[in-house]
Every structure is written in C-alpha cells, then in structure tokens.
C-alpha cells in the first residue's frame, strides 16, 4: 500500500486516482474536525482543505506525520473562513475567541445523551485554539509532537496548554446549569468522557 505521502505526490502529479485514494483514508478525520466548529459550510471547508493540499507546493518531509500536516491545512482554512465570518476587520484571536463568540452556529450535534451534547456545547465555549487543542487530543489520540505540528508550538507548549486546557474544560462544564444533575457527568471521568464523545461525531451523516 502506498503512503500518504506517496499518494499525495502521485495526486499532485495528475493521478485522480491516488487522490481519491487519499480523500477517502482521512475525509472522517477532516469531518470530525470541523464538525464541532461550523455548520453547513462543513462540506465546503472538507473539500477546499484537500485541494489545498494538492496545490501546495511544500513537500512532506519523509517521518512527518501526514494527519497532522492534513488538520494544520484545515486549521487554517478554518481560521480564514472565520475571518470572513467576522463582522469585525481584524482576524479573530483563536487563543482568546470562541466558537460561540464569533456568532457562528455550528450545527446541532446529535449526541447520544444530554450530558454529551452539553460537554460539546462546554467545548465550543473554550478559545478556537483550545478546542482545537482538546478535541485532537481526545479524539483522534494525536502525539504532542503532532499537536506540536497542528498549532505551530514546540511540544513543551503543547504539554503546558494541554493541562491548562483540561482546566478551562472543567470551568466550562461547572459554569453550565443543571450538568451536574446528570448521570455520569463526573469532571473527574473528563477524560474518558470526553474520547467517548467521539462516537457521537461519528455516528452523523
């Protein structure tokens, strides 16, 4: 089987074939991506990001990881297309600016249970950057030099803001009313709650 790299080279180079091919490995890892953060413009942002990577002309350097190098595409083309959002003139700050904040409406999530609709809902109150940062952790098990990758940090950071992010988490769910009154919502099961809310997003059409 071809490599992710090898297949984007033959993609680059005009063979439709090993683009599919590509598309069709990672399209779920794009979608869970976004699926938290934008609404109907989803289907747009999946499709532009790949064609982002096969008109790029950097090259994945051999031992990169491809996931990582795919999402750092998404995340950008995701902070563009908020800026457009934006009623403001000046691109929104994804260390301090939510989801929520923006005013953007990202599409109801059909979440197995009203515990795990409201953690996405805590997610979506967190900074872009530290959902980003969460939601990879969470759900796609990504490395902190992965993660190193996706947001532009040296991995010491990464480690840093991941504790100061499971925190903030843990503010959010407490600030929501009624939360605590539901079986199973426990901030001290965070972590494995939160990687089970991976099911959620992937059960979606």
Known sequence: MPSDAELLDAWRGGDLDA??????????????FLRNK????????????FLAL???RDRLREGDSFRAYLLRTAQNLLYDHFLKASRAHNRPD??????ID???SPSRIL?????????????????????????LHYWEGLTTAELAVVVDVPQGTVKTRLLKARQLLRDAM??????GALPGANADDLDAWA???????????
């Open 19 to 32: 683009g599919r091919e590509l598309f069709s490995r990672h399209i779920s890892l794009v979608s869970r």
């Open 38 to 49: 934008v609404g109907d413009e989803r289907e747009d942002l999946m499709q532009r990001t």
């Open 54 to 56: 096969v008109e790029a």
């Open 94 to 99: 994804p260390l301090v600016t939510s989801v």
């Open 102 to 104: 923006t005013g953007w």
């Open 111 to 135: 979440a197995a249970s009203e515990r795990d609709r409201l953690l996405l809902h805590a997610l979506q109150t967190l900074p872009l950057a530290t959902q980003i940062l969460l939601e």
């Open 174 to 179: 407490a600030a929501l009313p009624g939360l």
């Open 195 to 205: 990687r089970g809310l991976r099911a959620s997003l992937d059960a979606e059409p």
